[in-house]
């Protein structure tokens, strides 16, 4: 069946502009996650939504950083006010039900800040 | 900050050789997971070792667990041109709801 998806591949965008980046998890995976990855880095955890739950935003750098999970499916990620440091590859990923299991990823979006 | 650590950071091999990377963390928990990156896009996952376990095997693949020294290893035998990716470690770290991943070991292999 079909993987994550995430689009856009790749986003120019000026600083001081937002940004909104999209990602469509596997059909009836009820966990989604988002990561960022600076250049040669690690990833590191964004903000995990489980079902209706309330999301686990603690990933979240600052209040410029927001995002939504609308019907259990489609996820959107917004950066308002881009600064050139959220310059990066911004990862998502599902998993079946969430805690201790594979997580499936996208191919990502980079994002690149002027 | 990053709770697992691989080591080495980089690492370059011949074909046919063997190539083993590490992998430490902090705190008590329920897995672990390598996954493998090509060229900086999504990951895939490789393996998962639960934390009762010390060693689980998958294709060229073994992975080993110690979880009283908080760390584990990864070895792919008999090593690829096409092996040449990031191989990250990944924990799922009890009290937490997101895996938490190491930076990273880039594995080089020559043909």
């Known amino acids: 069946g079909a993987g994550v998806s995430q689009s856009p591949s790749n986003k120019v965008t000026e600083k001081g502009k937002d940004v909104e980046l999209r990602c469509d998890p596997i059909?009836?995976?009820?966990?989604l996650y988002w990561y960022r990855q600076s250049l040669g880095q690690g990833l590191e955890f964004l903000i995990y939504?489980?079902?209706?739950?309330?999301?686990?935003k603690s990933g979240l750098p600052s209040d410029r950083f927001s995002a939504e999970r609308t019907g259990g499916s489609v996820s959107t990620l917004t950066i308002q006010r881009t600064q050139q440091e959220d310059s990066a590859v911004y990862l998502c990923?599902?998993?079946?039900?969430?805690?201790?299991?594979?997580?499936?990823f996208g191919p990502g979006t980079r994002l690149l800040v002027l | 900050s990053q709770q697992g650590e691989e080591d080495p950071q980089a690492l370059s091999i011949q074909e046919g050789e063997n190539a083993t990377m590490n992998c430490s963390y902090k705190?008590?928990?329920?897995?672990l997971q390598w996954y493998r990156q090509n060229s900086g896009r999504g990951l895939v996952h490789l393996i998962l070792?639960?934390?009762?376990?010390r060693e689980k095997h998958s294709g060229r693949l073994r992975v080993t667990l110690d979880t009283s020294k908080k760390s584990s290893s990864l070895l792919i035998t008999a090593s690829r041109a096409a092996d040449t990716a990031s191989y990250f470690c990944?924990?799922?770290?009890?009290?937490?709801?997101?895996?938490?991943f190491g930076s990273g070991t880039r594995l080089q292999v020559q043909p």
């Open positions: 990923a599902s998993s079946p039900r969430g805690l201790a299991e594979t997580q499936y």
């Open positions: 059909s009836g995976h009820t966990a």
């Open positions: 939504f489980q079902g209706n739950s309330a999301p686990d």
């Open positions: 705190t008590s928990i329920n897995n």
């Open positions: 070792i639960r934390s009762n376990e």
């Open positions: 990944a924990t799922d770290d009890t009290g937490r709801r997101a895996l938490t």
